[in-house]
């Protein structure tokens, strides 16, 4: 056997391609290799802690203020609310409804705080704190109820926020001057009349229903600017639609969009809306091609829009269309309720109702002296 030297014990033979393969091992230091994944290790949960860091300080800016009403509600009393649902509930609950309308003040103070899931909302019961709120110029942000009435009645003055918003206050708040209001006294007598004739014609009654039909002649006469039919009582859309906000609040769940939009109540919310849309495009046409009102005497909140829309571009039809259906809507529920509710304390209370009597004839007079 030939004998290999000293110097060939660390080499093996050159291959083919002229390549020199030692064959000693390296030794490999294990501390450092330790050392380098520990500060791998810890570079890494450092860049991760850091992000976390940050997106916890968006998050807590971004919702500042709902923890804030989360740590308000919490000190204030309120109904009884459950786990997740809070008190949603409630609003499927007429009697509950009813008597809390009649004793939330004595039973929780001025302040009330309820639940819906997870997002509480508080109710101002003083007038002086009402006052105070209202007259703030920076509260004028909408919460995230009003975005639920987008796909009911468009994207008006009660529903929107922002420059939108704005804009169309600016344009739409001279019109609201109480000499411009003063227009519509004429109309307000008329429907007025026709209410205290069928109110005669019975002794007892549920208000509500000639109330609607009251508020809601009065709206097609004032906003619209055309007189009611028995066909438009029974098939008119504002007379048809249905806010679903209540259904929604007392299914927590279905306040997500992304949910609701895929369950058969959001396809008949899009079909009111549309409904309510296109009846007013249609009067809105109408309006455009029958020109001016022929009467000085009165002019209609739809006659008013027009107005607007021709001298600002930025107002377009779907603005006058989106508006429209607010004040129709919104009028409803408001006025409808507060005029409801009137009637039934004037009634309750004797007192009131001769100090209500007498003020109305007196202002009666200066009304019909106006008119004259």
């Not at 997740?84 to 609003?91: F, M, S």
């Not at 609701?260 to 809306?273: C, L, P």
């Not at 408001?334 to 007192?351: D, E, H, K």
Request: proline share 4%; aromatic share 12%; with cysteine.
């Amino acid at each position: 056997m030939q004998n290999i030297n000293a110097e060939s014990k660390d080499e093996i033979l050159r291959p083919h391609f002229g390549a020199l393969v030692h064959s000693k091992p390296k030794c490999v230091d294990l501390d450092k290799v330790f050392t380098s994944k520990i500060m791998n290790r810890f570079l890494t949960d450092s860049i991760i802690n850091a992000a976390l860091f940050i997106i916890g300080i968006i998050v807590l800016i971004r919702l500042r203020n709902y923890f804030r009403a989360v740590l308000l509600a919490l000190t204030l009393p309120g109904p009884t609310a459950y786990p997740l649902i809070g008190n949603a509930l409630t609003v499927t609950n007429s009697e509950k409804l009813n008597y809390l309308g009649k004793n939330l003040y004595r039973l929780y103070g001025p302040i009330v705080r309820t639940w819906v899931s997870l997002v509480p909302f508080f109710f101002i019961l003083d007038p002086t704190h009402l006052q105070i709120i209202l007259s703030n110029g920076r509260l004028t942000k909408k919460n995230m109820l009003y975005t639920l009435l987008h796909n009911f009645i468009g994207e008006g003055l009660i529903t929107n926020n922002g420059g939108k918003w704005k804009l169309h206050r600016k344009l739409i708040q001279p019109y609201f001057h109480i000499n411009v209001l003063e227009n519509f006294v004429s109309v307000f007598v008329e429907t007025s009349d026709v209410l205290v004739k069928n109110l005669s014609k019975v002794d007892v009654v549920n208000v509500t229903s000639y109330i609607n039909n009251w508020v809601l002649d009065t709206l097609h006469r004032g906003v619209l600017g055309i007189p009611m039919t028995d066909e438009d009582f029974r098939n008119s859309p504002f007379r048809k639609g249905e806010v679903l906000v209540p259904y929604r609040i007392s299914r927590p769940w279905m306040l997500l969009d992304f949910i609701f939009k895929f369950t058969k109540s959001s396809v008949d919310e899009k079909k009111q809306r549309t409904n309510l849309h296109e009846f007013t495009k249609k009067v809105l046409d109408s309006r455009r091609e029958r020109g001016p009102t022929p009467s000085a005497n009165f002019i209609s909140l739809l006659d008013m829009f027009i107005t607007i829309a021709d001298s600002e571009p930025k107002f377009t039809d779907q603005d006058i269309i989106n508006e429209i259906c607010t004040f129709m809507l919104a009028g409803q529920d408001s006025v409808g309720a507060a005029t409801a509710f009137a009637y039934i304390f004037l009634q309750n209370m004797r007192t009131f109702k001769q100090k209500y009597t007498k003020s109305k004839l007196k202002y009666s007079k200066k009304i019909q002296e106006k008119l004259l």
